[in-house]
C-alpha cells in the first residue's frame, strides 16, 4: 500500500457554498490555451490538495495522488484492464539479473522536469533513500496536529515507507550520463515491477537540494543528493529529509515556483485555497501523453448533492461524488449525463487503536492482553455489517454484499481462498449485537467501554453508518462517541480515538501492497497492531513468487488480523463517474488514480 499503499478514499468537508464563493475560471468548453489541443475540463472533487509529495505518511491521501500523477511521468501506469503499460517516452525499466535480482532503470531523453532539469539517477536515487527507510537514524520524530513531521531532533528521519525498497541496501550503479540506473536486491522481491515505477517519478532532487542544503545550480544540486546518499551524510541527509518530508506542502499557490515543478504534461497554475486547483498542459513537454484539453480545473466540495448540481448546471463536466441512494436518482435524471456506476477501487472498514489507554488497549486492564482482546471482539461483533449493506449499499447496487477480505476484492481470484482461511465469517458474520453483548460480560469490564469512532465530518454516508453502528453497540454496552471530524484524515494515528471508520484506496495490483498497513510500525498501521508472526509472514511475501503460496500467506495473515480483533471489513465502494456527454473517452479502473488515469484522452 502506498505508502505502499493504499489511501484514504474520502476528504475533508467543505459546504456547497463553495460553489459560488470563489469561482475558477474556464468551466468547461471554450477553446484551448497553449499546449493542449483544446477545450477545459472542470471537475468536483470532495477534498481539497494539499501536498505536491504524496509519499509521506501525512500526505499519503487520493485527493495529492490525483494532482501529482496529471503533473509528473512515470516508466509505468495502469490502464482501465489493469494492465501495467510502459510509458517508453519517459523511460523503460528492465529485470537484467535473477541472482541476484538487478533492475535497471533507463530515462529517454525526453524525461525532463518543466524548469527544463533533466530527470536522472539523482531523483530516482532520492525517491529509493527517502521511501526505503535505510538512511533513517530515529523511528521517534515530534508532529504537528496535522501529522506532518515537525521536528526529528537533527536525526535522519524521512517520513515514509515501501517495504521492497528496503531489499535494496547498496547505492545503485549509475551511467555516467545519469541516465541509467541499476539497483540491486539483497533478496528476491515479488513487486520488483512495481517499484519506483508507478504513481510519480519521485521529487526533484534539485529541488529538494536547493531549499534544503542551499546548492543552486541544478547539476551541482543533484550530485550533492548524490554524494550525501553515496556517502551517508547524516548532517546533510537530516536537512535533506527534512525538507522532502514537509517542504512541497500546500493550501494554496505557492510563492516558490520550485514547489509545483513536475516532469508529466500538466503544470499547477492557480490554486486558491479549500474553492478549486486549475492545470494547464505544458507547451515544453516532449512525452507521449500530450492532453487533448487544455485546462483541467479541479473544483472542492465535500458535499455530493452539490457536485451533482453543478454537473446539471454545467459547470463542470466530471463528478465522482459519495455515492447514496438520493445521489444515484439525481444523477440519473439528468439529460446529456452519463453514468458509470460499479465497484470502486475503496473499501470501507473499521480499525481499532492499540496504543492509546483506550478501551481496547491491554494496558488499561492492567497489561491483560486477553481482556483486551476479548473487548475488541465484542465492539467488532456488535458492528452490523450486513445491516449497512443493506439499508446503505445495496439501494446502488442490488448484488453488493459484506466485503469479507482486507487484502482481495471481491470476485478476485484468491478472494473465496483467503476469505475462508481467515475465519472472519465464522467469527464476526454479519454483526450480532446481541452475541456482542455476551462477549462484553464475559470480558467482565466493570462499566460501559466509551469508544470514541473517528469519521469524516459532514460525509452522510458515513454519518449513516456511524448512526447504524451506534445503535448497535451501544445495544450490546458500549457506549460509542461521535468523534467525527472535518480534518479526520490528519488525525489517523493521534491515538485521539479508539475506532475510526474510513476508506483504503489501492495504487497497485502488488500482492505486498498490504504491508504497511499491517506491519508493526508500518506507514499505514495507525492503530499500533503489532504480531510478530504477521510480520514474519510478510518478510516471505516479499520474497515469494508462486501465486498459489502467496494467496497461502495473505490467507494466514488475515487469520491472525481476525484472530487479534485488528478491526473488520464492511463493503466494496459503490462507484458513481458521472459526466457530461460533451466529454469524451472518460474511462474509469478499480485502482488509484481512477478515472484520471487516462486524462490525456479526455476530449471536449
Not at 460553489?19 to 468547461?28: Q, V
Not at 492499540?354 to 458492528?383: C, Q, T, W
Not at 491515538?495 to 508493526?520: H, I, K, M, P
Not at 492503530?527 to 497461502?552: F, K
Amino acid at each position: 500500500m502506498k505508502r505502499g499503499i493504499f489511501t484514504a478514499a474520502a476528504g475533508v468537508a467543505a459546504t456547497a457554498m463553495l460553489l459560488s464563493a470563489c469561482t475558477p475560471p474556464g468551466d468547461g468548453g471554450g477553446d484551448g490555451g497553449a499546449g493542449g489541443g483544446g477545450g477545459e475540463v472542470s471537475v468536483m472533487w470532495n477534498q481539497p490538495f494539499y501536498s505536491m509529495n504524496n509519499n509521506t505518511s501525512a500526505t499519503n491521501n487520493v485527493t495529492n495522488a490525483n494532482v501529482v500523477y496529471m503533473m509528473n511521468d512515470s516508466f509505468k501506469y495502469y490502464d482501465e484492464n489493469l494492465e501495467l503499460q510502459d510509458n517508453t517516452s519517459f523511460g523503460t525499466v528492465e529485470k537484467v539479473s535473477d541472482d541476484p535480482l538487478k533492475v535497471k532503470y533507463t530515462y529517454s531523453d525526453n524525461a525532463k522536469w518543466s524548469d527544463g532539469t533533466p530527470v536522472d539517477a539523482a531523483d530516482l536515487v532520492l525517491a529509493w533513500a527517502a521511501q526505503s527507510g535505510n538512511f533513517n537514524t530515529t523511528e521517534d520524530a515530534e508532529r504537528d496536529d496535522e501529522g506532518n513531521v515537525e521536528d526529528a531532533g537533527g536525526d535522519v528521519f524521512f517520513d515514509a515507507a515501501a517495504p521492497g525498497l528496503a531489499l535494496i541496501k547498496d547505492f545503485p550503479e549509475i551511467s555516467e550520463d545519469g541516465k541509467e540506473i541499476t539497483f540491486e536486491y539483497s533478496k528476491p522481491f515479488a513487486d520488483w515491477e512495481t517499484n519506483l515505477t508507478i504513481g510519480d517519478s519521485g521529487m526533484p532532487a534539485h529541488i529538494v537540494a536547493k531549499n534544503s542544503i542551499d546548492v543552486e545550480d541544478p547539476e551541482e544540486a543533484k550530485q550533492a543528493v548524490l554524494d550525501a546518499i553515496e556517502n551517508n551524510d547524516k548532517e546533510k541527509l537530516a536537512k535533506i529529509a527534512e525538507f522532502w518530508n514537509t517542504g512541497f506542502n500546500m493550501t494554496s499557490m505557492p510563492d516558490n515556483e520550485d514547489l509545483i515543478v513536475g516532469s508529466g504534461p500538466m503544470k499547477m497554475t492557480e490554486f486558491s485555497e479549500g474553492q478549486y486547483l486549475t492545470l494547464e498542459a505544458r507547451d515544453d513537454y516532449e512525452g507521449d501523453r500530450k492532453p487533448n484539453v487544455s485546462k483541467i480545473t479541479i473544483r472542492y466540495n465535500e458535499d455530493p448533492m452539490a457536485a451533482v448540481q453543478a454537473l446539471e448546471n454545467g459547470e463542470v463536466q466530471l463528478i465522482n461524488p459519495q455515492s447514496t441512494a438520493d445521489v444515484l436518482q439525481a444523477v440519473e435524471a439528468i439529460d446529456g449525463v452519463e453514468n458509470m456506476t460499479a465497484d470502486g477501487a475503496t473499501y470501507e472498514h473499521v480499525d481499532l487503536t492499540f496504543d492509546n489507554n483506550g478501551p481496547f488497549d491491554p494496558a488499561s486492564y492492567g497489561g491483560d492482553e486477553e481482556k483486551a482482546k476479548k473487548v475488541r471482539e465484542a465492539f467488532l461483533m456488535s458492528i452490523p455489517r450486513g445491516k449497512i449493506v443493506n439499508d446503505i449499499i445495496k439501494p446502488l447496487n442490488d448484488s453488493a454484499e459484506v466485503r469479507d477480505s482486507f487484502t482481495q476484492v471481491p470476485g478476485a481470484p484468491d478472494y473465496e481462498k483467503v476469505v475462508e482461511a481467515s475465519g472472519i465469517k465464522n467469527i464476526y458474520g454479519e454483526g450480532n449485537a446481541e452475541e456482542a453483548k455476551k462477549m462484553l460480560e464475559e470480558a467482565g469490564v466493570d462499566e460501559a467501554p466509551k469508544v470514541r469512532l473517528l469519521y469524516a465530518k459532514g460525509n452522510s454516508r458515513r454519518e449513516q453508518e456511524f448512526q447504524l453502528i451506534k445503535e448497535s453497540a451501544d445495544a450490546a454496552g458500549f457506549e460509542v462517541l461521535d468523534s467525527a471530524s472535518e480534518t479526520w484524515s490528519e488525525e489517523l494515528g493521534s491515538g485521539e480515538y479508539d475506532a475510526s471508520l474510513f476508506g483504503w484506496q489501492s495504487t497497485s495490483t502488488a500482492v505486498t501492497e498490504s504491508d504497511a498497513n499491517f506491519r508493526t510500525g508500518g506507514q499505514n498501521n495507525f492503530g499500533g497492531y503489532s504480531n510478530d508472526e504477521v510480520d514474519s509472514l510478510y518478510d516471505e511475501l516479499q520474497t515469494e513468487t508462486d501465486p498459489a503460496r502467496q494467496a497461502e500467506l495473505l490467507g494466514e495473515v488475515e487469520k491472525h488480523l481476525v484472530n487479534d480483533a485488528f478491526g473488520v471489513t464492511l463493503f466494496q465502494f459503490p462507484e458513481i463517474v458521472a459526466y457530461s456527454d460533451q466529454l469524451q473517452n472518460v474511462k474509469s479502473m478499480t485502482v488509484s488514480p481512477t478515472m484520471f488515469w487516462n486524462f490525456w484522452e479526455w476530449e471536449i
